[in-house]
């Protein structure tokens, strides 16, 4: 069974508070707090300019894309399993959802674009059963832009939790590296269309195959 996430171990970040992923082995990986509570940079860009219809933000956090596309006049929806997400994106006036991606969602089969930012493509720690389920939420020519690791680093997959917090649970995440979305893509139905960089941040669009 997939462990998940219950939605909150994310909250300290959500606010703005420093917080990391630490691995069962002990090492820790920061959270980019700092872009999840700021404007847009210059690397959301990459994924706002390639949104030109209705998309579903999936793991939204306190919701700068989903916010950033309603300004531009697209449709969206931001999806997020922690309420602190959806009301945070709400009070920037955009749409969002408490949801797991995995749960029933409006509009299945008919979304043009879904989004994976800031490593989101690690929900469940299993990218291709995550990306078998978007390919049931888009359109027949609907696309996914993802987030990726840069390349080198391949596909891992581990058992992490979010600290600081008090016996914050265990849950499944996954990375992927730019060099590995090829056969992930493939392995869900999809293939990579595009990749770009902008500084030390990774984009993809898959497309179906």
Known sequence: MRKRSRGREFDRGLLGQRCWLELANGDRVDLPVDRWTDGCGQGDTVLLDACDGPTLDIGCGPGRLT???????VVALGVDSSPTA???TQ???????????????PGEGRWHHALLADGNIGIGGDPVALLDRIGQLLAPDGDVL???????NGLRREAVRVLPGDATPWFGWAWVGTDAVAEVAVRSG????????RGPRWFARLERR
């Open 91 to 105: 009070q920037r006036g955009a749409a969002a959802l408490r949801r797991d991606v995995f749960q029933p969602l």
């Open 146 to 152: 993802v987030e990726l690791e840069p390349p080198g």
């Open 190 to 197: 999809f293939r990579v269309d595009w990749t770009t960089s």
């Open 67 to 73: 916010a950033a596309l309603a300004r531009r006049g």
């Open 86 to 88: 959806v009301r945070l």
